[in-house]
């Protein structure tokens, strides 16, 4: 494929004889190897000798064969622009305007819109959203990717009163901060929405492109007779049994399908729903035409579905049994009738959603009903009935428009120096890096002399002795080298961190589908798959097999320790409240899908047992610690380095320590460099990812409203080892035969808080109050104590709920709403607005300790480096803006190279939000030092400028180096008396969305949402407004969209993002408003400000409680009253099933006898 083409090293067997080979072009990246991605973008060009034009379009690399190319240009990221040549002016939009965070989605995003660029140089808005539609960022949240590409459009993207001093992009409101009145003072602050300046970006001159090569003009003409000659024609009458039956052969060709028009009295049309709208397979689609005879008695009918079989399906003997029938109600039940039993979906069908894919065979059928019924209505009016006016909304598609935004932050104070970075929208340190490919992630590194690949050998079986190992035929696989396995590894093989340990290879026994048994090294890394592939491993089952909490509940399989948290007396408070609500909540794991998998390269260097490693991951000294441990070395022979992440989210702490121990023991037996790069699938199927969870609740509450008394008990997934369920979720972790559940971005809190924002619903409907009503009484209002005791001010909180109300127009939106709804009887609407208390700590100062090292060259410049990773939160950017604010210097003086075990030893791990925090303070410490033993030469001279200060230090022989440190913040938590202080301060915000939903096809559509966020004062706004924009985003693929599958035998399903869908462009809102509080303080952290970078996900649960609304109206509607309860995701099948109908009640249900699902709910 022309990916690997791209991005080919050196490798031992081409050292010896084709260097050329290795084109090593490494800005197109690899993140799923499935054209599911689009961060391998390229561009092909072709000329078309019939209209003689060159076509340019963007394409997969990973999918492209390399002999598809003949005659075809391809242009990589390297090729339109360089930080060496010019950078392309796709490149500095994007990178200005803040649409890189991590950066590894960016060439491929560039390369998208190069593409559209190239046919259409002034692009309209559509034509954007549809060139991003296949290109996945899990970081931005897409708002600063579509803000660039809106550079270039023609038409307006803003407001267009910039002349007026008015304009969208370019607000300012003034904010009275504080007023005396005898004293006549008043203090304001300018709260601005400006993030970029687009009067600095270089114009586009579509004559400065790269050229066409003419040598392949001429030979693209001889291909195209050839493709010519074998053109043939396939008519719709030949493809359609053709469908109906099966695939092509594997000597077939579809070289063209000929679609004729339709004859007067011939309607056709097409329904589809998938699980994402864009660049989603569906879940079912329909193809259904008819051809009236007379007026609407059927001549011909035919009816095709997708998704309900192995193949396209055709419902042939309805259609045969309707021929002759006018076209009415009768009609319509006989044909759902008829093709409920024709088209039969058995229960363990693969794919799942069975009881959704047979509803929407009927949910289809009445669409086109509809829509027939519609077109005779206008076609004969006076013979047809009027379609009552709110059936007419199951006719109408969601249109998805072209986002529009509005960020607010406060400016800075305006006697702040104009030098001094700090709280300015500064750009990502390596944006433009990011944005020409030149920026390095881990498997850029070029290759090492003589350097292997590796690739691992996982369980196929969940719970199972491990009999025998047979690497035999593998190490027949020319270009092996060796396999490992346990008994390889030189000292620790398992790491007690809790009562439970952690393994870098499955000895005896395995304990889940994906545990890593063996691994091959190669001199390639299709060798080394290859061979993997033929490793032979017998098992014997063990018992018990534990896959669900359920299933964990039922053995008492739980890791210890667990905890409870006990607060006033509850089972008094219960007999006292006016009504009790009982319920549980099931709430879906979320996979990390960082963009770059997990990767890692050890190099060992010969002498003394040591060993660089090169790894992408949030916690370098723990590499180390496992990575030393694992070859019984001291740590200080391990050197760990990380340049950038592609992502991680939590996802890249342990279990980047146990790969990397894998690379590391296999380079310490065969003395060559490892690369070890884990592909998409098996990065899906061997880490895990967020918790699945159970939330059990017994609620007591007044009919006022007043929530007295709460008894819940949570239930975690962790997997089958502790990893960090332990630290995430303190109360209660299931231990199963799954791959092991870990960190991920909000650390348990988005699955707590949604279990308590779920009983605040049914508080709701069975009180009779509004949930927003029920919020505002049961919220903090003053200086308070949460369960654990520690004391909080929520004033903030409140502010931010009562902006969020005032900026949403929540009130008067809910009762458009409504009437809306009154109108609309197949689509509905739905508003909520949520709260958020959002803590942050660590809960023990060693978790938060951090230094940071600080060198002064003769020349002036500086290089600083310190503990924290950079994973797209842009924490060196905000490094560099401490550095120049202590420093009293340009950012431009400031270099960071890589985060390092060498320079910075004993590092915390980049979680929790915490980066900035605490490496900022030691940032803050060691560069006041350093300008403390610069200040006498200061003093000195001073009109001198910063050059002659560091050399006459030089000259004095200052230290021109120092060391930072932050001694951490001091939480603890005493879980005998059930209190403490573990976290240092809370984070407020509240968020406002509203959504239509399709109650036939459970689509829905973001319509709007408002977030206010208290942040404190933001060090770089454009960076903290993108971290929660992506984090909302991201909050809405957990709670909306992406879903888990797991075989009852344990294996995971969804292992690419064909079948794990997280959201793309199309799926943020249409209108997105950030707000971040003016006027907070947070004297604790660095400048006052907080750190963000997880709390935003759980505003995602907006939209889920909008859609929670709509659904709710729509049962009301219906009479079916009372509360419900709904699970996360709220995925397209969970909002169709929920708004029960006549349809849903025609489905068949399974007989009585036992039916194994394909997919289980773990
Ligand atoms: S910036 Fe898009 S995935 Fe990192």
Redesign the pocket.
């Known amino acids: 494929m022309l990916l690997s083409y791209l991005r080919k090293r050196r490798i031992l067997s081409l050292l010896r004889h084709s260097g050329p080979l290795a084109v090593r072009l490494t800005g197109t990246k690899y993140g799923c190897g499935g054209g599911g991605c689009g961060a391998c973008t390229v561009m092909l060009s072709r000329y078309e000798p019939v209209s003689k034009k060159i076509l340019h379009c963007s394409a997969n690399a990973c999918l492209i064969p390399i002999c598809s190319l003949h005659c075809t240009a391809v242009t990589t990221v390297e090729g339109i622009g360089s930080t060496k040549t010019r950078v392309h002016p796709v490149q500095e939009r994007l990178a200005k305007c803040h649409g ?7 060439p491929g995003m560039v390369m998208s819109i190069y593409a559209l660029l190239r046919n259409h140089p002034e692009p309209t808005l559509e034509q954007i959203t549809e060139a991003l539609a296949g290109n ?5 949240g897409y708002r600063p990717i579509i803000d660039g590409c809106k550079t270039f459009c023609k038409e307006p993207f803003c407001c267009q009163n910039k002349e007026i001093g008015n304009c969208c992009l370019e607000q300012e409101e003034k904010l009275l901060l504080f007023s005396n009145q005898e004293e006549k003072v008043s203090l304001f602050v300018f709260m601005r929405t400006k993030l970029f300046s687009a009067e600095e970006f270089q114009p586009l001159d579509p004559t400065q492109e790269l050229i066409f090569p003419p040598e392949l003009l001429v030979s693209r003409d001889a291909v195209d007779i050839n493709l010519i000659l074998l053109r043939v024609s396939v008519h719709l009458g030949e493809l359609t049994p053709w469908l109906g039956s099966n695939t092509l052969n594997p000597e077939e060709i579809l070289v063209s399908v000929h679609i004729p028009h339709s004859r007067k009295g011939e309607f056709v049309s097409a329904f589809r729903q998938a699980q994402r709208r864009e660049n989603a397979l569906p879940i079912v689609n329909a193809g259904m035409r008819v051809f009236f005879e007379e007026g609407d008695v059927i001549k011909e009918f035919s009816i095709f579905y997708g998704g309900v079989g192995c193949t396209t399906v055709s419902a042939k003997q309805t259609c045969q049994a309707l021929l002759g029938r006018h076209w009415d109600e009768g009609m319509l039940d006989e044909a759902c009738r008829l093709v409920l039993k024709e088209i039969s979906l058995p229960g363990s069908a693969p794919g799942g959603k069975v009881e959704y894919r047979r509803t929407l065979i009927v949910s289809f059928l009445f669409k086109f009903y509809l829509e027939v019924l519609q077109s005779l209505k206008t076609m004969y009016p006076s013979r047809y009935p009027d379609i009552p006016e709110k059936y007419e909304s199951a006719l109408k598609n969601f249109r998805i428009g072209i986002p529009q935004s509005v960020q607010m932050y406060q400016d800075v104070d305006a006697g702040q120096f104009p030098q001094d970075p700090v709280g300015r929208p500064i750009m990502h340190q390596s944006g433009i890096n990011h944005a020409t490919g030149e920026a390095v992630y881990c498997d850029d590194i070029r290759a090492v002399d003589e350097e292997l690949s590796l690739a691992v050998v996982t369980s196929s079986r969940p719970h199972a002795r491990i009999v025998s190992i047979d690497a035999s035929e593998a190490l027949k696989v020319p270009g092996v080298v060796d396999v490992i396995s346990a008994p390889n590894v030189p000292a620790a093989n398992e790491f007690y961190y809790f009562e439970d340990p952690e393994f870098v290879f499955a000895r005896d026994k395995v304990i889940c589908v994906g545990q890593v048994v063996c691994a091959v090294v190669a001199d390639s890394d299709v060798h080394a798959k290859q061979a993997a592939a033929k490793v032979k491993i017998e098992y014997e089952p063990l018992e018990p097999l534990i896959l669900t909490i359920e299933e964990a509940i039922r053995h008492n399989s739980f890791f210890e320790p667990q905890r409870k948290l006990e607060q006033g007396n509850v089972d008094e408070a219960f007999e006292i409240v006016d009504q009790i609500l009982e319920g549980e909540i099931h709430i879906g794991g979320q996979e990390h899908f960082y ?1 770059e998998t997990q990767s890692v390269l050890v190099v060992p260097k010969g002498e003394d047992k040591e060993m660089d490693v090169y790894v992408s991951t949030q916690h370098p000294a723990f590499i180390q610690e496992m990575v030393a441990s694992c070859l019984g070395v001291p740590f200080s022979r391990i050197m760990c380095h990380v340049k950038r992440i ?2 991680a989210f939590g996802g890249k702490l342990m279990k980047a320590s146990l790969l990397s121990c894998i690379a590391a023991v296999a380079a310490n037996k065969t003395g060559h460099a490892v690369r070890f790069i884990l592909d998409r699938g098996n990065d899906m199927l061997i880490t895990g990812g967020r918790h699945p969870t159970i939330g059990k609740y017994k609620v007591g509450f007044m009919n006022d409203g007043r929530i007295l008394a709460v008894d819940v008990s949570y239930y975690f997934n962790g997997g089958c080892t502790p990893e960090d369920s332990i630290l995430v979720w303190i109360f209660c972790v299931c231990k199963t035969n799954l791959p092991s559940n870990t960190a991920f971005r909000g650390f348990g809190f988005p699955q707590a808080g949604l279990v308590t924002e779920s009983w605040i619903m049914g508080v709701a409907a069975k009180s009779g109050l509004s949930p927003q009503k029920i919020r505002e009484i049961n919220m903090y209002k003053e200086i308070s104590q949460t369960h654990y005791k520690q004391e909080l001010d929520p004033e903030n909180l409140v502010r931010c709920w009562n902006e969020c109300l005032e900026k949403s127009g929540y009130h008067s939106r809910r009762k458009a709403a409504e009437e809306f709804n009154k109108q609309s009887y197949w689509k509905k609407k739905g508003i909520a607005i949520i709260p958020m208390k959002f803590p942050f700590g660590f809960g023990k100062r060693s978790l938060s300790q951090a230094a940071a090292l600080v060198h002064i060259y003769t020349d002036g410049s500086v290089l600083l480096t310190h503990g924290g990773i950079e994973m ?1 939160q842009g924490i060196h950017t905000k490094m560099i803006q401490v550095a120049s604010r202590e420093l009293k210097i340009p950012m431009s003086n400031v270099y960071f190279c890589e985060t390092s075990t060498t320079t910075i030893p004993n590092s915390c791990a980049s979680v929790g939000s915490g980066g900035t925090d605490v490496n900022g303070m030691a940032v803050k410490d060691a560069c006041q030092t350093l300008l403390k033993r610069l200040q006498p030469i200061i003093s000195e001279n001073p009109n001198g400028t910063w050059n002659e200060w560091v050399k006459e230090a030089f000259e004095q022989s200052i230290n021109l180096s120092s060391t930072g440190y932050f001694r951490g913040y001091d939480g603890y938590m005493d879980w005998e008396k059930g209190e403490g202080r573990p976290f240092d301060y809370f984070l407020y915000g509240a968020a406002c969305s509203e959504v239509e939903i399709d109650c036939l096809t459970g689509d829905h559509k973001n319509i709007r949402t408002d977030i206010v966020m208290d942040i404190g004062c933001s060090i770089n706004p454009a960076v903290d407004i993108g971290q929660i924009e992506g984090a909302f985003v991201q909050g809405i693929g957990l709670y909306t969209m992406e879903e888990l599958k797991y075989s009852p035998q344990g294996a995971l399903y969804t292992r690419g993002p064909d079948q794990y869908k997280i959201p793309v462009v199309c799926d943020i809102p249409e209108q997105m408003s950030i707000s971040l509080l003016s006027s907070s303080q947070n004297p604790v952290a660095i400048y006052s400000s907080k750190g963000l970078g997880e709390s935003g996900l759980f505003l995602g649960c907006s939209v889920f409680f909008a859609l929670w609304d709509a659904v709710a109206a729509v049962r009301q509607e219906r009479g079916q009253v009372g509360s419900f309860v709904l699970n996360s995701p709220l995925s397209p099948e969970q909002i169709r099933m929920a708004c029960a109908d006549r349809f849903t009640e025609m489905i068949p249900k399974d007989g009585p006898g036992p039916v194994t699902s394909w997919a289980i709910s773990i």
Request: hydrophobic share 25%; net charge positive.
């Open positions: 890189s965070q991590c950066g590894f989605c960016t996945l960022c899990r970081f931005t963009m592609g992502g797209g």
